[in-house]
C-alpha cells in the first residue's frame, strides 16, 4: 500500500467491531478501510490542484494576450480531466 507512504488517514478504530474474524482478515480490513480512505483524500487533492487556476508567470510581467492563452490553456485541461478516477485503473 504505498499510496500511504504518503498520507496516512487518522482513524478512529473505537467505531469499528471485530467480531469473530480472525486477526489476518481484521487487518486485511483495517488495510482496506484506511485505503479507501486515502483514495478519496487523494483523489480531492488532485481535483483541486486541477481546478486551481494558473499562477501569474514568473519571467516578469504578461502581457493580455499571452495571460488569455494561459487561462484558455488552463481551462482546456481542466475540462478534459474531469472524468472520475476508477478503481481498478484501467490500462
Given at each position: 500500500?504505498?499510496?500511504?507512504?504518503?498520507?496516512?488517514?487518522?482513524?478512529?478504530?473505537?467505531g469499528f467491531r471485530r467480531g469473530a474474524v480472525s486477526e489476518r482478515?481484521?487487518g486485511y480490513c483495517c488495510q482496506l478501510v484506511q485505503l479507501c480512505?486515502?483514495?478519496?483524500?487523494?483523489?480531492?487533492?488532485?481535483?483541486?490542484?486541477?481546478?486551481?487556476?494558473?499562477?501569474?508567470?514568473?519571467?516578469?510581467?504578461?502581457?493580455?494576450?499571452?495571460?488569455?492563452?494561459?487561462?484558455?490553456?488552463?481551462?482546456?485541461?481542466?475540462?478534459?480531466?474531469?472524468?472520475?478516477?476508477?478503481?481498478?485503473?484501467?490500462?
Open positions: 500500500m504505498d499510496v500511504l507512504e504518503y498520507w496516512h488517514p487518522n482513524m478512529s478504530w473505537t482478515m481484521w480512505h486515502a483514495r478519496g483524500h487523494w483523489q480531492k487533492v488532485t481535483q483541486d490542484i486541477r481546478l486551481t487556476p494558473p499562477r501569474p508567470s514568473v519571467y516578469g510581467p504578461e502581457s493580455k494576450y499571452q495571460r488569455n492563452k494561459r487561462r484558455i490553456e488552463w481551462k482546456v485541461r481542466r475540462d478534459t480531466c474531469t472524468e472520475p478516477l476508477t478503481w481498478p485503473p484501467r490500462g
